[in-house]
């Protein structure tokens, strides 16, 4: 049974550094062609993808965000960090982390956490 | 970046309804296009990916087509489990990006 589970802060104040922390079972992160992502959702808006990590340790960005975005995995405890920099009252919004799978080359989210609320607050 | 844009934005339908969601493309993506199915307060769940792969577990009414720019998802007789907000998701490139959504809703 696969299953991811995000935790971390539910209030951060704006200018502070967010860390949130995916921990996952039923998977290894070093399997060939999996890899964790991190989506998030304002309150009543889309999915913004903001990061990915691959199980050979490719990450990749969101560019809108890059510079504040950081994404790291640790195979051996099954998780995998995101912190966000600089936070704002914006970054107020549901985090999911999912597992990235991959077919013929072509990759998609097919396992999700149950996302966890985060609100930028003074 | 690539823009993908969903229509309609909502659609109220009826159980049994013949239901067909559009996803485009602002340049050619081939088939790296995957469908979510969000329902409030959950998070996605994987419907189609790579345009017309039905994930394990989803039932057959469900089905995805397209390739290019262009891409569909049809949900052939609507039930009342159905009643959700749908995304497209292109994985062409980074950033990967979604579609604004499409809220189906009881007529």
Known sequence: ?122 | DIQMTQSPSSLSASVGDRVTITCRASQTISSYLNWYQQKPGKAPKLLIYVASSLQSGVPSRFSGSGSGTDFTLTISSLQPDDFATYYCQQSYTTPLTFGQGTKVEIK
């Open chain 1, 1 to 122: 049974q696969i299953t991811l589970k995000e935790s971390g802060p539910t209030l951060v104040k704006p200018t502070q550094t967010l860390t949130l922390t995916c921990t996952f079972s039923g998977f290894s992160l070093s399997t060939r062609g999996v890899g964790v992502g991190w989506i998030r959702q304002p309150p009543g808006q889309a999915l913004e993808w903001l990061a990915l990590i691959y199980w050979d340790d490719d990450k990749r960005y969101n560019s809108s965000l890059k510079s504040r975005l950081t994404i790291t995995k640790d195979t051996s405890k099954n998780q995998v960090v995101l912190t966000v920099t600089n936070v704002d009252p914006v970054d107020t919004a549901t985090y999911y982390c999912a597992r990235n799978s991959r077919w013929s080359g072509r990759d998609y989210f097919d396992y999700w956490g149950q996302g966890t609320l985060v609100t930028v607050s003074s």
